[in-house]
């Protein structure tokens, strides 16, 4: 129960890797908050069978909303100890042929949706043993495929946040690290694959299974450990750091996996 006693605000956690965060942090005894934009967040208590949950139906890239959720929130448990901002959006298109609102929807919400809960949750942090989790990518800070400019920049500039604010929390006793997933089989990623193929989405899941040494995409469970850890005070001495879970999808030197 390395989490006991611990309020943790998520966003993005009605689905996907912010769902299996949720999942994990309440087996280790947290108390939870999700922010989702999904009206299925409302029924998050009643889905996994846990009291222990709270879902608001929220918008981040609207402000004025995320400080209403977060007050109603701390209002109930008093404080913050963990807020992992989870919440994100991709959708493919090549540079030339994207627009601008387009380009600004992947900006408003993976860039100033984690600039706005953030800003709204510090007040309410705990110091000294406070822990803020980043989502991140392996796309942008390490790697990226045609078609993903807007959603690399955000993720890589979303690396950056990570740093800069870890240097400025320190003295508060806050940490700041971030996650850079590579695969992780959630509604995101099938979406993905039916924009490539929409004919047969899951052989294009099976081909990116297959490029990855590890031989499979990751779970949703298996991310929500690793911010768990990164919440907890066994990763007392971490900050400002990115931590790569991708089964092995960056080694490869070359293309092919044979060569």
């Not at 695969?183 to 899951?202: L, S, W």
Request: charged content about 20%; hydrophobic content about 45%; overall charge negative.
């Amino acid at each position: 129960m390395k989490l006991d006693n611990k309020i943790a605000l998520v966003t993005g956690g009605a689905k996907g890797n912010g769902l299996g965060i949720v999942k994990v942090f309440l087996k280790y005894g947290a108390k939870v908050g999700v922010l989702d934009y999904d009206k299925e967040v409302l029924n998050i208590a009643e889905y996994l069978n846990n009291e222990n949950v709270m879902g608001f139906f929220v918008d981040i890239r609207d402000k004025e909303a995320v400080n209403q959720a977060i007050k109603d929130f701390v209002l109930k448990y008093g404080k913050i100890d963990i807020l992992v901002n989870n919440a994100g959006v991709c959708s493919l298109a090549k540079f030339a042929d994207m627009d601008d609102e387009l380009r600004d929807f992947h900006f408003d919400v993976n860039i100033k949706g984690t600039w706005n809960v953030t800003k709204s949750s510090l007040p309410y942090m705990t110091k000294n043993t406070g822990s803020i989790v980043n989502l991140s990518s392996v796309t942008g800070p390490m790697v990226a495929d045609s078609g993903e400019v807007a959603y690399a920049t955000t993720k890589a500039a979303v690396l950056g946040f990570t740093k800069a604010l870890a240097a400025e929390l320190v003295q508060d006793g806050i940490r700041v690290n971030a996650i850079l997933p590579g695969y992780i089989r959630t509604p995101m990623v099938d979406g993905m694959a039916k924009e490539t193929n929409p004919e047969n989405p899951e052989s294009v899941v099976k081909g990116i299974a297959a490029g990855i040494p590890m031989g499979r995409l990751g779970t949703i469970e298996e991310l929500g450990e690793l911010a768990a850890f990164l919440a907890s005070d066994e990763s007392s001495y971490i900050t400002a750091q990115g931590i790569v879970i991708d089964g092995g999808s960056t080694l490869p030197e070359t293309m092919s996996m044979g060569v």
